[in-house]
């Protein structure tokens, strides 16, 4: 064992998922091999088995790593802005190719993984209902603050929602839409939906 090999076991395994999660945007899941995890640590492959056991146990931690990660980033998101528009426009930016989240091939390979692979599906669902509880949060607050006026905020955030996911697979996988076009469509969504008189800046 390398004298690297010998780092704290929760530093270790943190530090794996990280490497994992990297590898995993940007060669995707079925090319991943542990070797390639190892070989980025400059570790045996062995203690990357020692930790995860097997390359699928590997690839669906490091999912989770991921998406423990970006709803980090959500929260702060959420946290920012003094009025509801500002808060909305924080929460949207932190979504979608076109603001802070990263990894957005992740998410496509990982939607492709859930169709049958009931953790992996577990790990998706519970990463759109957060983000989902996000939005209408500040939705709902807009509404009693009198920001925006929307009788439906679960049916709006659904909305917003698919529209986003659905654009962003445009954007990233069918390269029919642009991130400008992405961003006009989306703004423009929020304000119909909102009773906003001008799309907002997301």
């Known amino acids: 064992m390398t004298r690297r090999d010998r780092r704290p076991v929760e530093v270790r395994r943190e530090e794996i998922l990280a490497a994992t999660v990297t590898l995993l945007d940007r060669i995707g899941p079925s090319a991943i091999r542990v070797a390639d995890v190892a070989r980025a640590l400059e570790v045996s492959p062995?203690?990357?088995?020692?930790?995860?056991g097997t390359k699928d146990a590997l690839v669906a931690d490091a999912f989770e790593h991921a998406v423990d990660r970006d709803l980090?980033?959500?929260?702060?998101?959420?946290?920012?802005?003094?009025?509801?528009?500002?808060?909305?426009?924080?929460?949207?930016?932190?979504?979608?190719?076109?603001?802070?989240?990263?990894g957005w091939r992740l998410w496509i390979d990982?939607?492709?993984l859930a169709l049958r692979e009931p953790t992996m599906r577990s790990v998706l669902r519970g990463m759109d209902q957060r983000w989902c509880a996000a939005l209408r949060e500040v939705v709902e607050d807009g509404v009693a603050a009198g920001a925006f006026a929307c009788p439906d905020p679960a049916g709006t955030v659904t909305r917003v929602s698919a529209l986003l996911d659905g654009l962003s697979v445009a954007?990233?996988?069918?390269?029919?839409?642009?991130?400008a076009e992405l961003r006009q469509w989306v703004a423009g969504a929020v304000a119909s939906e909102l009773g906003l008189e001008a799309p907002l800046d997301v």
């Open 46 to 52: 062995a203690l990357v088995f020692y930790h995860f």
């Open 110 to 112: 990982a939607w492709a």
């Open 171 to 179: 954007a990233l996988v069918y390269r029919t839409v642009s991130r």
């Open 72 to 102: 980090a980033r959500l929260d702060r998101a959420t946290a920012r802005g003094s009025t509801p528009t500002e808060r909305l426009r924080s929460v949207l930016r932190s979504y979608g190719p076109t603001g802070t989240a990263l």
